[in-house]
């Protein structure tokens, strides 16, 4: 670009609603767009299997019983790792000995890819990999019935739980996190609050299924998109349905505080869905670091190049290019269900990324399946996500100081029954967003 050029403008990746859209929405009075990017995991799927009382599940173990019970290839190499594995860990004489990951496939395929005693089969991979695939798209038709997806419609109506999850996700915070949660800072609450503000919701749907789509779809019984006569907006947003004291006592919201505000939301499936069977992307992240010490440097480099990214969902799933600018333009991530590991590494790094030069935050949803010290918990998840996924080609700054600030802006949820959570949670009470009163949110056990 000359000198004398005009600056080349870049396009936002995450449309910019105006007052075209939206006639109350001015950004030159202080009305602003609010990107939240909420990233959803397994965890999600496995939590509604449960609840509607289903005898099955989408977790790869019973993947495999699934496998075994259809007499599936017993060549197949995947496969028969799984196997290998599950026997050593029922053989297992001391929990150092076991294997608890013993049916996950994804994590058996990286750990061939990138070792050298492996390479006899690297050119089966592809091929079993694609049995794999193509089996798991039957094992989820059978697992997600009909009926079971009309009970889950049913009761995600009935209940209003989208409009829930994306009104009332802070009600799911500790007073600990609530008093240092920026995100509230951006409202101007002796002043209108977020009256004519957008809260734009991005949802990352990792899973196969469509269960979080129906669980989230905004029906006529529970979204209204112009329900009033004087002004376009359509959303009530809950700023403390817990009445915490709150960081400022000038700018206190509390359980009666509320708003006159726009919703939009998009979901995406980057990983395929399960009513396209090819769709189905299963791979790894392409995780470099941990590897990079079984193979000689060239050989490595050279290999990786050409061989492993038939293997990346990153590459396959063109996920630099359909969501790395969103990610940067997001200033509030909610995970949930999801396992933090290493093969979605990819958007753990750009989330921590953004949350150093975009001033973002980060809200990990975490269940408990015993009683903890829930304080210490909390620590190791902050410091256990960003040290997993810090990926210093990302950063000009030193560790150290790039920790303490993302640190500062992870808040954690801890939760025991889905029934104490607003946001994913299954509550059938039914939710009304005109309602203020901060007793008619279920108590945190």
Known sequence: MGQNDEKEYHYPAIRQYDDQDFKCFKRSEGKEQHNIMMLVGN?????????LESKYSTDYKSFFYYLKSIKFNNDN????????LRIKDEKAKNEKSRVPNWSDFES?????????EHLSIRERLKEDLGEIQYEFSHFLNFVVSPDLI?????????????????ASFIADLDEEDYKKFNFLRKFDFPNGGAHYHVFNFSIINFNYTALLDNYLHLDKDQFD???????????????????????????????????????????????????????LLFGIDGNRKKYSNKIESSAFDFFTKLYAPQFEKVFWAQTPLRYEKAISE?????????SRGETD????????????YGDAELIIYQRLSSDCDQGKMKREIRKEFIENNFDQKLFKNEYTEVFEKIYSRISIVLYCDSLTISAFGFCEKSFNPE???PGNVIEVK
């Open 330 to 338: 997001t200033e509030l991530f909610i995970i949930f269900g999801s």
């Open 345 to 356: 590494r990819w958007w753990w790094s750009h989330i921590l990324s953004a949350i150093f």
């Open 43 to 51: 965890g999600f799927d496995i939590s509604v299997l449960n609840y």
């Open 108 to 116: 058996i395929l990286q750990e061939f890819i990138f070792s050298p």
């Open 225 to 279: 998109p112009h329900p009033y006569g004087s002004v376009d907006t359509n959303f009530q947003f809950r700023f403390n349905p817990r009445d915490y004291e709150n960081y400022d006592y000038r700018s206190y919201p509390n359980a009666e505080t509320g708003c006159s505000a726009y919703l939009t939301t998009e979901i995406c499936h980057p990983h395929g869905l399960q009513q396209i069977p090819r769709s």
């Open 150 to 166: 009309s009970k889950l419609d049913k009761k995600s109506s009935e209940s209003k739980w989208g409009y829930r999850t994306y």
């Open 77 to 84: 190499v995947l496969f028969q790792k799984m196997n290998e």
């Open 435 to 437: 309602d203020r009163d």
